[in-house]
């Protein structure tokens, strides 16, 4: 029987290249998404897979999504925490809100979900979660304090709730991707653009299905030993 995998923010972008990934691995897939429902219908009709509509920014709605998706597809036996949004802005320009909603939305629903999905896992010995954490979480950002502080929140979420996983055999990872070509990045001015493509060794922007791969074979079975990482797949511009 297949196991079912559920992708944050997984009609649109990397999420959506996750999801074609994970359905081309013999997954049942199962895509979130937030807003924008006309988005979601295309993609669902264009893909053949499910999309269910909840914020995962909000735990009740996480907790009654899963159990939906529970009931109606199957246990959920992996979680890719993709789902993520900006609100940029220097500190002293930052809203109070700004700050709030990206750590609820970016680091919260990473506990939201696993908190939901984590008792069946452990249930069934066995799980894989995987976070979708960014290289401005490693290295920062001028302009972005709330999104860098939310993505290094999830790299060390990951090491800890690795550490509380592993005896059931559930793999906790983050992957952390560098300046990937999607819509959001190509919404950046062009000339800023050509700057940061220029700080990247590999002298490009990488692509959706680059950090599709690596959620494939961290989501494997053959990943059972790999467990509290983060993969950075960013072209070379940050090594540590």
Known sequence: MARVAIVT????????????????????????????????RAFTEETGIPAYKWDVGDHEAVVDGCAQVASEIGPIDVVVNNAGITRDGTLLKMSYDDWTDVMRVNLGGCFNMA??????????????????????????????????????????????????????????NAIAPGYIDTDMVAAVPENVLEKIVARIPVGRLGQASEIARGVSFLASEQAGFVTGSTLSINGGQHMY
Not at 13 to 18: L, Q, T, V
Not at 126 to 152: E, F, H, L, P, T
Request: glycine fraction near 16%; hydrophobic fraction near 40%.
């Open 9 to 40: 923010g997984g009609t649109r972008g990397i999420g959506r290249a996750i999801c074609e990934a994970l359905e081309a691995d013999g997954f049942k897939v199962v895509a979130n998404y937030a807003g924008n429902e006309e988005k979601a």
């Open 115 to 172: 908190k939901a999905c984590f008792p069946a896992m452990k249930d069934a010995k066995w799980g894989r979660i995987i976070n979708i954490g960014s290289i401005n979480g490693q290295a920062g950002q001028y302009g972005q304090v709330n999104y860098a502080a939310a993505k290094s929140g999830i790299h060390g979420f990951t090491k800890a709730l690795a550490q509380e996983g592993a005896r059931f055999n559930i793999t906790v």
